[in-house]
């Protein structure tokens, strides 16, 4: 396999040493990337029980949850699609599926916040409520995100990518990879690579084992 020598120089080898060259992966480009987006909001609470709202395409997804809850959210063209067991997200995810990835979900934590405060500008006390929903993503992305409640009906939430992420291999024989989702990982050059981010200018992916975050670019 044939390295350039700009390939050679950001990855610190020897184009002069057969042994001495970059991992196949610097190969990779990007093919294509749907910049389609899933809101994600905390719509409503009763009793120890709360609201999520999933909205992509079309209506939006309500789904009632309690703390310690598991979810897989499926993001097609058709909308969003809840399920409760990893073994039903399996079926429907990857392969020949409309969607190549279901995200995890653990509902992990409530936060009460609410009461009453000042307007510093109309100087006037009114009552708030800031209490938010805490999400652990389990998927490749991983971490959390606080959801605060909806404000009069408005989304307080947080956007996540949900489209379809398209890569290539220059190297000869292997192509098209994908599609993929931001938070998929995926078996590639005897690593594994997680989805971190995704834009049509710049892929994200991040390395496991170690950790090493890098950049594919457009072909």
């Known amino acids: 396999m044939a ?12 184009p002069r040493d057969p042994k001495s060259s970059p991992s196949k992966w610097v190969k990779v480009k990007i093919a294509s990337v749907d910049p389609a987006k899933m809101a994600v909001s905390f719509s409503g609470k009763s009793e120890g029980r709360y609201t999520l709202r999933f909205k992509s395409v079309r209506k939006p997804k309500d789904v009632d949850v309690v703390i310690g809850d598991q979810l897989w959210v499926l993001a097609t063209g058709k909308g969003v699609e809840i399920v409760k067991s990893a073994e039903e997200a399996k079926a429907k995810a990857g392969g020949t599926n409309a969607c190549p990835h279901a995200i995890a979900i653990g509902v992990k934590e409530y936060k009460e916040d609410k009461g009453i405060k000042m307007d510093e500008r109309t100087k006037t006390e009114n009552e708030y409520d800031d209490s938010a929903l805490v999400l ?16 009069r009906g408005k989304s307080r939430g947080v956007e996540w990518s949900v ?24 078996p590639y050059a005897e690593r594994t690579f997680g989805v971190m981010e995704a834009t049509g200018q710049k892929v994200t992916l991040r390395i496991e084992p170690g950790g090493e975050m890098v950049t594919i670019l457009p072909k």
């Open 136 to 151: 652990e993503r389990k998927d490749g992305l991983g971490g959390t995100v606080a959801l605060k409640i909806d404000e």
């Open 163 to 186: 489209g379809d992420v398209r890569l290539i291999s220059l190297v000869p024989g292997e192509g098209e990879m994908g599609p993929f989702r931001v938070g998929q990982t995926f």
């Open 3 to 14: 390295f350039t020598n700009l390939e050679e120089f950001e990855k610190k080898t020897d």
